[in-house]
Structures are given as structure tokens and as C-alpha cells.
């Protein structure tokens, strides 16, 4: 079995994406750090106005990156149809590789996509590959941008389909092109074998025609 | 401000900070019913985990049909899905209209979805008119997921639900005064047409049209017919 890759369409073992920091980001991040304690402060205030009992959120590591959207439709197509046996009560995941779905960054196998999508989701494989579970807030000029990329990537995927169909076309016009010439060319070996050298009439195997 | 990736924590009456709509959480303008349906699909564990508003538009422009919920499970569609999200993002307003304009210009459910989104979430009646009413020119052809099957639609006849219906895609809108109650109050500005006067002799002499046919009494069923096949070509 292919090795299972991670939700990102990279192995999660990878941790070529830890980014390395510079001084500007570094500031960044402590700015970002005051910031969340003041809003901590200020939750904290607010629950103990309404009477509640505040419940600071699980801390974060330093270098954790913001949880981002998958870059593409997990793949479970490969998984599809195939029986695999698991343990009674797997449902939480089974320490280890095994049959199914594979998370590499947490050791366990899942036995459906479902489960194992829930799997990557949840706090635990966040926390595992380092991921906050905050998701950023685009601007407008990265909205701007993806937009400008998706437009392109389907200006792209137009003109290949276009190049595709013509291409196809042409090797289609050329493998009927041989079909023809052969036919032809057993109908004149039959016909020079019989002695009138007007063929035989029904001897007619090919398939009609029909492109293979 | 970052939002958390995990939707049930939004959902959840202690832990909610983020914009509020109308006075309340803006997921909660989805029924229950529905938000739960949503958040058990794997269409929203799988593709809309972790989307802001740059890569909730790889979804959107993947989009090829709209809707609300369909078949016997009541199923959410992906442009349902998509609408609850942008309803966690509560993008900010020059995005929605980028949505709308540049964006929605290239990919038509694109813009339904971010009409849908103003509909749903924006608080001023006369804005809600003003920025949805030059999509009535926008006469592309839409494929509708109804809960037994597909029904062919257009951007402006969508709008136009939208801003007269009040209820859509499995959703019950907001109330919205009507326009020419927002017109006596000097809130909105009589609508002038994008193509002007042609426009409106045009739309006279459809009338005239209509009433003839009604007069016949041949209801345009055969236009349906042709317009159900049309989606089925597009399959
Ligand atoms: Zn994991």
C-alpha cells in the first residue's frame, strides 16, 4: 500500500514547513503574544462580571502555524472498494500502521475517511503537527491574489483541454488512417487468392470499424 | 481576528465572541436543524476546514450547482456549506464586494453565494437593495438542487428570490422592508434600470406578451420542458 499522506498533500512527518524566523516576524509574533494576553485579560474580566468561571484556552507553542484549509480533496479514492479487517471498538484510531487510514504525525490508522478526516481536525493531530487551530484572517489583497491564481489555473486548465481534445482527434484520425490501409491490404491478399480474384464475400473479420 | 478552525466552538453559547448579526451569533441564521447537518457532512469536515476568505474561493470556484438540502437524508449542499462558512468568517465588507464584482463576474456561483451571504448578513435594508440589485442584469444560467432534483435558474432570478422570497435555499431570510416603504422613508432612491429606458419598453412589451398567453390559457409548459433539459446537459 502507498504510504498515507497528510492532509496537506505532504507528509506530515515533513517539517520542512517550521518556518525559520526573522527578526520582523519575531516582533510580529511578541506583538501577537501581548495582544492574546490582553484579550485573555479581558475575557477573564468579563466572565467574572457575568459569573462564569473562565476557561483560558489550551496554550499554544511558540512556533505553532495558523491551521490552513486542505490544499486538495483527500485522497481516499486508492481505499475505496477494499475490505480491510479492524479491531472491534477502532473507531478512536489504532496505534500503529495498519489497513486504512494512516495518520503519520500521530501513529494511528483509521478505518474510514470519515473518521480519519475527523482525526485530522481534531486538537490532538493539531497539536501533533503544530498547528494552533487559529486560521488567519485574509486581507483583501490575498483575496485579490488567490483570485487572480484561480483565474489563471482555469485560464491553464482550459487551453490544456482544448490541446487535449485536439491531440486526441489527431491520434484517433490516425489510428483509423492504419485500420483502413490494413483492411485494405487483406482484402487484396484474399483477393489475389482467389482464383477469379473477386474475393471471398463474407469473410469479413474486423470489427466493423470500431476503434479500439 | 483569527477564528478557530473547530465550528462547533463558535456554536457553542459560552465560548462565542467573534461579530454578531442582527444581535445574535450569524451561524445561528441557519436553523438548528440545518447547522447540524452541516457540521456532521463530510463536505464541511473535509473541504471547508480551516478556509478564510482567499481559499473559501478554491471552493467556490469549484461550485457548479446551488441549494439548500436535498434527498431524503436532507443533505447539505456545498453551496450551503460554503454560505455557513462565510457566515463564521463574517469577511469584511470590501471582500464581499469583491465577491460580487471582479470575482463574481468570473465565477458565476461564486457571486450567487456572496448575494446569498449580503442577503443574509447585512443589516441595512437599503444596502441590502443597492448591491444586490445591479446583479439583475447578470442573466447567466444557474443549476438549483431542489430536494427532489434540479431546476435551472438564472443569477437574476436568484437575486431576484432572494430580495422577494423569504425563504431560500433552506433558509429563512431576514426580514427586509419592502423598497418602496425604504423610498418613503428617503432611504433608497427610486431604482433606475442599468440599460435605461429600452430596458423598460422591453419589460412593457413582455407584459403585454404575457397576458396575451395567459389570455390563451397556454401556460409556458413547454418552456420548462426545454429548460429541464438544458440542466441535464449540463450535467
Ligand atoms: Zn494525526
Redesign the interface.
Known amino acids: 500500500m502507498a504510504e498515507r499522506k497528510g492532509a496537506y498533500g505532504t507528509s506530515t512527518s515533513d517539517t520542512s514547513f517550521r518556518r525559520t524566523w526573522d527578526r520582523e516576524e519575531y516582533a510580529a509574533k511578541a506583538e501577537e503574544r501581548e495582544r492574546k494576553s490582553r484579550e485573555e485579560g479581558k475575557a477573564r474580566h468579563e466572565a467574572a462580571l457575568a459569573g462564569k468561571k473562565f476557561h483560558r484556552r489550551a496554550s499554544t507553542p511558540e512556533d505553532s502555524r495558523d491551521t490552513e484549509a486542505r490544499q486538495a480533496r483527500l485522497n481516499v479514492a486508492d481505499q475505496v472498494g477494499k475490505t480491510s479487517l479492524v479491531p472491534a471498538g477502532a473507531g478512536q484510531g489504532k496505534r500503529g500502521k495498519g489497513a486504512g487510514f494512516y495518520c503519520d504525525a500521530c501513529d494511528l490508522t483509521y478505518k474510514d475517511n470519515l473518521q480519519f478526516v475527523e482525526h485530522l481536525n481534531s486538537k490532538q493531530h493539531l497539536i501533533n503537527t503544530g498547528e494552533s487551530g487559529e486560521v488567519r484572517r485574509a486581507t483583501l489583497e490575498e483575496v485579490k491574489d488567490r483570485f487572480e491564481w484561480l483565474k489563471r489555473k482555469r485560464e491553464d486548465e482550459k487551453a490544456r483541454e482544448v490541446v487535449d481534445l485536439s491531440a486526441r482527434i489527431e491520434v484517433a484520425r490516425e489510428q483509423e488512417e492504419r485500420e483502413r490501409e490494413e483492411r485494405r491490404r487483406k482484402r487484396n491478399e484474399k483477393r489475389r487468392k482467389t482464383k477469379d480474384g473477386l474475393g471471398v464475400q463474407d469473410a469479413r473479420v474486423e470489427d466493423d470499424g470500431v476503434i479500439r | 481576528?483569527?477564528?478557530?478552525?473547530?465550528a462547533r466552538r463558535a456554536l457553542d453559547e459560552?465560548g462565542y465572541?467573534g461579530t454578531l448579526i442582527h444581535g445574535d451569533n450569524p451561524l445561528k441564521l441557519f436553523e438548528k436543524a440545518v447547522r447540524d447537518r452541516i457540521i456532521d457532512s463530510?463536505y464541511w469536515?473535509?473541504?471547508?476546514?480551516?478556509?478564510?476568505?482567499?481559499?473559501?474561493?478554491?471552493r467556490a470556484?469549484d461550485l457548479t450547482f446551488l441549494g439548500g438540502t436535498y434527498g431524503v437524508a436532507q443533505k447539505p449542499t456545498p453551496f450551503l456549506c460554503l454560505a455557513f462558512k462565510m457566515l463564521q468568517?463574517t469577511?469584511?465588507r470590501?471582500?464581499v464586494e469583491?465577491?460580487l464584482s471582479?470575482?463574481g463576474e468570473?465565477?458565476k456561483y461564486l457571486r450567487a453565494l456572496a448575494a446569498f451571504y449580503v442577503r443574509l448578513a447585512w443589516e441595512k435594508d437599503e444596502e441590502v437593495y443597492t448591491t444586490l440589485e445591479p446583479l439583475l442584469n447578470d442573466s447567466r444560467k444557474l443549476k438549483r438542487r431542489t430536494r427532489e432534483g434540479w431546476q435551472l435558474t438564472y443569477v437574476d432570478q436568484f437575486v431576484d428570490d432572494l430580495l422577494g422570497k423569504s425563504r431560500v435555499c433552506a433558509t429563512t431570510l431576514p426580514k427586509l422592508n419592502p423598497r418602496v416603504f425604504l423610498e418613503d422613508e428617503e432611504r433608497l432612491e427610486p431604482r433606475v434600470s442599468g440599460l435605461g429606458e429600452e430596458l423598460d419598453e422591453l419589460e412593457d412589451e413582455d407584459e403585454e406578451e404575457k397576458g396575451e398567453i395567459n389570455g390563451n390559457g397556454h401556460v409556458s409548459s413547454s418552456e420548462e420542458g426545454e429548460d429541464s433539459e438544458e440542466v441535464a446537459e449540463g450535467g
Request: aromatic share 14%; net charge negative.
Open positions: 481576528m483569527a477564528h478557530q478552525a473547530d459560552r465572541t463530510y469536515k473535509e473541504q471547508c476546514f480551516g478556509l478564510n476568505a482567499a481559499t473559501l474561493l478554491d470556484v468568517l469577511p469584511e470590501e471582500i469583491f465577491y471582479q470575482a468570473e465565477f
